[in-house]
Each structure stands twice: as structure tokens, then as C-alpha cells.
């Protein structure tokens, strides 16, 4: 497997505009993390999926950001209108049905809102 | 609410120098402790999970331990290549199961 993959890497955009992230998991893993990482927080947790159910979205900052996931192997993090102070690393992360195993991560998407 | 300390937040060695990255933790029901790497420019990357007090597990220059209250990643005899962040993460019972990561250690390891 070519484990969890995100796109894109980089995205600059300007404030306003709508952003988009994607992310692959691992196949087979039912459980779908979406981090946010800066320097001043550390990794926050936005929302998670179990088996493409959204299962606790309490991190998502604001009514802006929202997630989907429409089938096991494909989930969306869209920030609509964005702004500066989201410019962060965005990672996905999957780990399997089993509540006491490791996530996998993806390399991030680094957005820039300008 | 699972919670996570690293300490140091930062830390400087000189090649060959051992030490020790601490990991404090509150939850309820652990269900694993995990550590993982973080290189710039990177997603974290999984090094070990401990299940119980008193487990260890071991992967070239790095040993994991774990207590009730933390758990230890011992670096012996680093390299420069050791250089990275490292972060720590529990899931609990009482955190629903979700990773909950602390700020992490920064180790830079000089020739």
C-alpha cells in the first residue's frame, strides 16, 4: 500500500477563496483523522470519520471548515471562505478498526491564505 | 479529557551523548501509547506503541518504556540523522479512541 495520500502538497490562495483538501487512507482502515498543525498549537484534531460516519467534528474551528466522506476511500476538508489565520500543515491521518492501533499519516498539505 | 506532556520541548546533543525524552500522560483506559517522528516538511511517522506498564519495545538507537503516569524514549549513542521531532500519543477509552498527541520534543544532535 502506498499508505495515506494527500493533495495537494502546497496550496497558496488568497483570502475568500475556497479551498479544498483531499485525502486517501490506507485501504481497509475504517477509522479517518483530519489534524491541523502550527507551531503555536501543536497537532490539533479537527474531525474524525469511523467507517465514512462523522463521528466527533467539536475541532473544527468554525462553521467555515466542513468534511466529508463519501466512500472509504476518499475523504474532503473544504475551508470556505478562507483566511490568513488558517494557514497551517494539514494532515490526514487512518488507522484500523481497532481502537488501541497506531494512525498512519500523510504528508500534510501545507496552506498558505494570503 | 486525555492529556499529554513532552518535556523537553527542545533538546541539544552532541553525537554519542544518550538521554531521555519524557512523555506524561492523563486518561482514562489507555489502550495504547505511541511514539512517532516528525521530520520537516513531513507527516509524523510511527516508531512504537506500548499497551501496558512495564512494556518495552527497541529499534536501533531508540528503547521505549512505559509506566501508569509516562512513558521514556531513551536515545543511545545518537546521530545527527537521529535529529527530528518526536511525538507522543495516547487513545483511551475516555477519549473516545482518538489519538490525542502532545506538543512534541525537538532533538537536534550535532556531529
Known amino acids: 500500500d502506498a499508505g495515506v495520500i494527500q493533495s495537494p502538497r502546497h496550496e497558496v490562495t488568497e483570502m475568500g477563496q475556497e479551498v479544498t483538501l483531499r485525502c486517501k487512507p490506507i485501504s481497509g482502515h475504517d477509522y479517518l483523522f483530519w489534524y491541523r498543525q502550527t507551531m503555536m498549537r501543536g497537532l490539533e484534531l479537527l474531525i474524525y470519520?469511523?467507517?465514512?460516519?462523522?463521528?466527533?467534528d467539536s475541532g473544527m474551528p468554525e462553521d467555515r471548515f466542513s468534511a466529508k466522506m463519501p466512500n472509504a476511500s476518499f475523504s474532503t476538508l473544504k475551508i470556505q471562505p478562507s483566511e490568513p489565520r488558517d494557514s497551517a500543515v494539514y494532515f490526514c491521518?487512518?488507522?484500523?478498526?481497532?481502537?488501541?492501533?497506531?494512525?498512519?499519516f500523510g504528508q500534510g498539505t501545507r496552506l498558505t491564505v494570503v | 479529557e486525555d492529556q499529554v506532556t513532552q518535556s523537553p520541548e527542545a533538546l541539544r546533543l552532541q553525537e554519542g551523548e544518550s538521554s531521555s525524552l519524557n512523555c506524561s500522560y492523563t486518561?482514562?483506559?489507555?489502550?495504547?501509547l505511541f511514539w512517532y517522528r516528525q521530520d520537516p516538511g513531513k507527516g509524523p511517522e510511527f516508531l512504537f506503541t506500548?499497551?501496558?506498564a512495564g512494556e518495552e519495545k527497541e529499534k536501533e538507537r531508540l528503547k521505549a518504556t512505559l509506566t501508569k503516569k509516562e512513558s521514556f524514549l531513551h536515545i543511545t549513542a545518537p546521530k545527527p540523522e537521529d535529529s527530528a521531532t518526536y511525538l507522543c500519543a495516547v487513545r483511551s477509552s475516555g477519549g473516545s479512541y482518538i489519538p490525542t498527541f502532545g506538543r512534541g520534543t525537538s532533538l537536534i544532535v550535532h556531529p
Open positions: 470519520f469511523n467507517n465514512n460516519v462523522p463521528i466527533d
Open positions: 506500548l499497551y501496558s
Open positions: 491521518a487512518s488507522s484500523s478498526n481497532r481502537e488501541d492501533t497506531e494512525a498512519f
Open positions: 486518561v482514562s483506559g489507555l489502550r495504547g
